[in-house]
């Protein structure tokens, strides 16, 4: 997967001050666009662990109701 993409265009920003993300309307627009870049990152990296949970609790079950000798 790509890497994200980081907020900038708070840097050399000439009107920024004190607070301005509050107030920021290029910031919140990059920001929500981060933060929906960041959910399907993470959402893509988590389907793997799907199978590789089920794969493990199956080895568990086998271990379990192997026979002892």
Known sequence: MMPMKLIRCCKD???RHLACHDT???YRQEHR???AE???YCKGK???YEY???R???IR???KHRRKK
């Open 13 to 15: 920003c000439p009107e």
């Open 38 to 40: 960041k959910e399907a």
């Open 61 to 63: 079950k086998a271990r």
């Open 46 to 48: 988590n389907m793997g």
């Open 24 to 26: 920021c309307e290029r």
């Open 33 to 35: 666009e981060y933060q």
């Open 56 to 58: 493990a609790e199956q």
């Open 52 to 54: 590789d949970d089920f």
